[in-house]
């Protein structure tokens, strides 16, 4: 059975961090390239990050980059998204996702085979 499972999330300040991990089984995590969702009420989901399974190279949503990190622990099939510096826009509930391939680009969320159940992250001002 493929499970993902997020933890990490939760209330922080504005300017805080917050590291959300989440942790693979069921299947070749080497072999997937494992990305980042997050989804606020009302708005559609969204790409947050992703980490190739090829070459390790990482990819970042315009709103996020330089704050947020996205690694990954194949020993521990687990990956990992480091958020500094959070801002009042950032909540939403997170979701990690594992895809094969995504021939049309990483943001696209449709191509992913398997997700998690999320975790929210919440900013206060």
């Known amino acids: 059975e493929v499970q993902l499972v997020e933890s990490g999330g939760g209330l922080v300040q504005a300017g805080g961090s917050l590291r959300l991990s989440c942790a693979a089984s069921g299947f070749t995590f080497d072999d997937y390239a494992m990305g980042w969702f997050r989804q606020a009420p009302g708005k559609e989901r969204e790409g947050v990050s992703c980490?190739?399974?090829?070459?390790?190279?990482?990819y970042y949503a315009d709103s996020v980059k330089g704050r947020f990190t996205i690694s990954k622990d194949n020993a521990k099939n687990t990956v990992y998204l480091q958020m500094n510096s959070l801002k009042p826009e950032d909540p939403a509930v997170y979701y990690c996702?594992?895809?094969?391939?995504?021939?049309?680009?990483?943001?696209?969320?449709?191509?992913?085979?398997?997700w998690g159940q999320g975790t929210q992250v919440t900013v206060s001002s």
């Open positions: 980490i190739s399974s090829i070459d390790g190279n990482t």
């Open positions: 996702a594992a895809v094969f391939l995504y021939g049309t680009g990483w943001r696209e969320a449709w191509q992913y085979d398997y």
